[in-house]
Nanobody, 118 residues
Framework: QVRLVESGGGTVQAGGSLRVSCVASGRDFSGYIMGWFRQAPGKNRDFVGSIDWNYGTEFYAGSVKGRFTISRDSAKNTVYLQMNSLTPEDTAVYYC???????????WGQGTQVTVSS
C-alpha cells in the first residue's frame, strides 16, 4: 500500500525559502512519477511540478519555474520541493503525490501547510 508523508511546511517571509519533504513507502517506486501539487483556500488543487523516479526528468508549472526545484533521494525514498523567492501567492497546502507512469490515478499524501507572510 502506497504511503506518502509530507513534512517541512511552516511560515516564511516573502522572499524567503523553504524545503518540504515527502517520504514514500509501500512499494518499489521504479516507473513512478512523483508530483507536488498545492491548494490555496477557495481554489482548485494545482500542479506544481513532478520528477520521474527513474530518470530524474523534471517538469514545472509556469508559475514556479525558476524558483522551485524538485529532487529525489532514492536511498531514502524521499522527494524534496525546494522553494525559493517565495511570495504570498505561494501560500497553500502542498501535497505530495505519486502515480505509475502508465496510469492516471494519483496516490496522495496528507499535505503540509506553507504560509508566506508579506
Amino acid at each position: 500500500q502506497v504511503r506518502l508523508v509530507e513534512s517541512g511546511g511552516g511560515t516564511v517571509q516573502a522572499g524567503g525559502s523553504l524545503r518540504v519533504s515527502c517520504v514514500a513507502s509501500g512499494r518499489d517506486f521504479s516507473g513512478y512519477i512523483m508530483g507536488w501539487f498545492r491548494q490555496a483556500p477557495g481554489k482548485n488543487r494545482d500542479f506544481v511540478g513532478s520528477i520521474d523516479w527513474n530518470y530524474g526528468t523534471e517538469f514545472y508549472a509556469g508559475s514556479v519555474k525558476g524558483r522551485f526545484t524538485i529532487s529525489r533521494d532514492s536511498a531514502k525514498n524521499t522527494v524534496y520541493l525546494q522553494m525559493n523567492s517565495l511570495t504570498p501567492e505561494d501560500t497553500a497546502v502542498y501535497y505530495c503525490a505519486t502515480r505509475w507512469v502508465g496510469e492516471s490515478r494519483w496516490y496522495w499524501g496528507q499535505g503540509t501547510q506553507v504560509t508566506v507572510s508579506s
